[in-house]
């Protein structure tokens, strides 16, 4: 029903209403206007209330919107009232940093596991996730029940192991290898490519200093 | 010259013809049809040909672009034919991860220091870093000439450390707090917002199930 043929923009622009809802209800503000809002987040009124209209528009009033309600109402478009599980295969610097992130728990994102092809990690804690060996890794997402896969090892391997966990029914990948996994259309793909972000930011940067 | 008034999304793709024709160009290839790229890269041809006319369409004969030309000259574009020296400020799980990424560094974009403001953490080595403190950044950042800095720390913390490196000179931000940074207009902001990521995965992935 609602969310159908919502265009990529609108979805890129939830987590960022989400995260500012999220802010003002923990300074006690209780409801809010489109203008405030659209003051605060430096978007226009306008396309706040054409993005929450695809969803029904959330109840605005005269007197505007009830921020407890509107920011529950995000978080359920987002899945954030589900758990998710995750395991992240790479346990180099970035992996670790990803599984030491307690700010994924308070969502939902839960990881439950880390991976590695290196024995020389093997049975060394991250938090109180030991790191495991890749044979390990098809019992434990079916044990589990793992729906997402965090890649984050050297793009060579990325393609392999992201069709091995689909073999063993992962659902989505959030996928921090350096290269475009071309996967079945019903896997979800969602891509941090660092380099590409740093290489947008030197673009910006020279042109600039033209 | 080029590149005036090119939009957002085409700025957004040329990170991504970068390294599929770094690749092309590692496995050999010296010629490519916009055909043959639009097969690879999943796009269409005329949507290849219309971003490159951006930049006065990098010469394509009957046979094709020259992949090497093609790869310098969108290097160059990026600015990747300068060096870039960066400083990174949060030496936590996240900043290290980055002061340890070598790869960075192949494309010109070289971490001199990392501070941060937990004295236990000084005098401690990254790569042949050392933490040093934020009473050092200042002298630092224009000693070095630094002129990307990279926030890897909380949220409460982002702007006044942006404020004060832009007083000190720098003109770029790679952020990875959790927070939209409102600075002046000249400053360029690249963000990375994990979070952010994350929950349109999880979008994608309820939309999916329902």
Request: glycine share 10%.
């Amino acid at each position: 029903m609602e969310g159908k043929g919502i265009s990529k923009a609108v979805i890129s622009r939830l987590p960022r209403y989400f995260r500012y809802l999220g802010q003002l209800r923990d300074d006690g503000v209780e409801r809010i206007s489109s203008h405030e809002l659209s003051e605060r987040m430096k978007v226009t009124a306008s396309q706040i209330r054409q993005d929450f209209n695809n969803f029904g528009g959330f109840g605005q009033q005269g007197y505007g919107y009830n921020v407890q309600y509107l920011y529950d109402e995000i978080g359920k478009i987002l899945g954030l009232h589900k758990t998710h599980r995750l395991i992240v295969i790479g346990a180099g610097n970035l992996g670790q940093a990803l599984t030491n992130y307690v700010d994924f728990e308070k969502r939902g994102f839960i990881i439950q596991g880390i991976f590695d092809c290196n024995e020389r990690l093997h049975g060394r804690k991250i938090r109180d996730r030991t790191i495991l060996s890749m044979d390990e890794m098809e019992d434990f997402v079916k044990d589990n029940d793992i729906d997402i896969g965090v890649l984050t090892l050297p793009k060579e391997a990325a393609l392999k192991v992201a069709e091995q966990l689909i073999s063993y029914g992962i659902k989505a990948i959030w996928n921090f290898a350096h290269i475009d996994l071309h996967l079945p259309s019903d896997i979800i793909v969602e891509n941090v490519h660092l380099s590409d972000s740093l290489m947008q930011l030197s673009y910006n940067l020279n042109r600039h200093e033209l």
